[in-house]
């Protein structure tokens, strides 16, 4: 990580979960289980999530505040822990990745949204909601 982007981090509130979302929503932002919405600037999810990750282990950080959690694994941890990734590309379109996860507030939270509108690949929150119910029925069969 650059000091320029260290920097930036610090500056604009990154470093934690202080950077729950403002007043408007943005298409590109993680959302938590509990359907909290986090803005999140274009191709800065990763670096989002890793302090989020090190905010939620941070009992398992030594002083200096490594946990040994790497950078390039904190969006996959947080997908593991139930967030839904939304990125907004301008050229493809708003992908949701995690969303076999994803349980009824984040479908409210994403439905308030996004509502009916067709997204990356013509699919909408409600479709992907289902298919979401409908992968879990299956893991409990």
Request: aromatic share 14%; with cysteine; glycine share 8%.
């Amino acid at each position: 990580m650059t000091e320029l982007f260290e920097h930036r981090l610090i500056t604009e509130g990154w470093r934690s979960l202080e950077a729950k979302t403002k007043k408007k929503k943005e298409r590109s932002c993680w959302i938590n289980p509990e359907g909290h919405w986090y803005n999140c600037p274009f191709a800065e999810h990763q670096i989002f999530a890793y302090y989020v990750v090190k905010d939620i282990y941070k009992e398992e950080c030594n002083e200096e505040g490594h946990s040994g959690i790497d950078f390039e694994n904190a969006g996959d941890i947080l997908r593991k822990e139930g967030w839904i990734l939304i990125h907004h590309d301008p050229f493809t379109g708003t992908v949701i990745n995690g969303f076999r996860n994803m349980n009824i507030k984040q479908y409210k939270v994403l439905y308030a949204y996004f509502g009916n509108e067709r997204l990356f690949r013509g699919w909408t929150i409600t479709l992907l909601y289902k298919e979401a119910q409908e992968g879990n029925k299956d893991d409990r069969d």
